[in-house]
């Protein structure tokens, strides 16, 4: 309840809102495609246990590895931010 009279309250914010929920879109999407990759790589390796390892399954989990370190990137949202030097510079002369 009180999420809709917030809502109501401030319908300025509605456009950011959106935007974190397509960021959690694309975060769920990214984190589905890394599980799915590092159970077939996973899987595998566990078929293959007693011979060497086949190298397609260390490149999928080398690309595994690197779809969760693409999510891992987007859930720091200060990140994707600019910073802001001017502010800080003013904040620092005020003291």
């Known amino acids: 309840m009180s999420d809709i009279l917030e809502?109501?309250?401030h319908?300025?914010?509605e456009q950011e809102r959106r935007k974190m929920s397509r960021m959690l879109y694309i975060r769920n999407v990214l984190n589905s495609v890394f599980i799915l990759l590092s159970v077939i790589a996973?899987?595998?390796?566990?078929l293959s246990w007693g011979d060497v390892t086949p190298s397609?399954?260390?490149i999928i989990?080398?690309?595994a590895?690197?779809?969760?370190?693409?999510?891992?990137?987007?859930?720091?949202?200060s990140m994707l931010r600019k910073p802001q030097r001017h502010k800080r510079a003013v904040d620092d002369e005020e003291i």
């Open 42 to 46: 996973m899987i595998g390796i566990g």
């Open 11 to 13: 319908p300025e914010r």
């Open 65 to 77: 590895v690197i779809v969760k370190m693409a999510e891992a990137a987007l859930r720091m949202p």
């Open 61 to 63: 989990a080398l690309i």
């Open 7 to 9: 809502r109501l309250a």
């Open 56 to 58: 397609w399954c260390l």
